[in-house]
């Protein structure tokens, strides 16, 4: 079983910046690709950002390439999701996800919600205007 605990929400500012982090428990964190959403209210869950398990491959939604870097230290079992430049529809609650078995071919599957094993309870981003 493994446990992931978001946190680094708040309330933003336009412009303004967050750094979310995501804790694993997991032994073997070091071989998980990892991946963001988030869900913004009546919305449905969306994929934010993902790397996969050495870091060397970063992936990423249109709507925050250029604004949002993920990255992780396999030392701290911990991934991490800068965010820059924010704005009023970035207001969501972020999830945190682990895809804990085979992480191969991210590249063709780090968006879709069914590739990953485990998920945190969430942290909420608000940006106001």
């Known amino acids: 079983q493994v446990q992931l605990v978001e946190s680094g929400g708040g309330l933003v500012q336009a412009g303004g910046s967050l750094r979310l982090s995501c804790v694993s428990s997991?032994?073997?964190?070091?071989?998980?690709?990892m991946g963001w959403f988030r869900q913004a209210p009546g919305r449905e869950r969306e994929s934010v950002a993902a790397i996969n398990f050495s870091g060397s491959g970063t992936y990423y939604a249109d709507s925050v390439k250029g604004r949002f870097t993920i990255s992780r230290d396999n030392a701290k079992n911990t991934v991490y999701l800068q965010m820059n430049s924010l704005k009023p529809e970035d207001t969501a609650v972020y999830y945190c996800?682990?895809?804990?078995?085979?992480?191969?071919?991210?590249?063709?599957?780090?968006?879709?919600?069914?590739?990953?094993?485990?998920w945190g309870q969430g942290t909420q981003v608000t940006v106001s205007s």
């Open positions: 996800a682990a895809w804990t078995q085979f992480p191969i071919n991210m590249s063709k599957r780090w968006y879709k919600e069914q590739t990953y094993d485990y």
């Open positions: 997991g032994r073997t964190f070091s071989s998980y690709g």
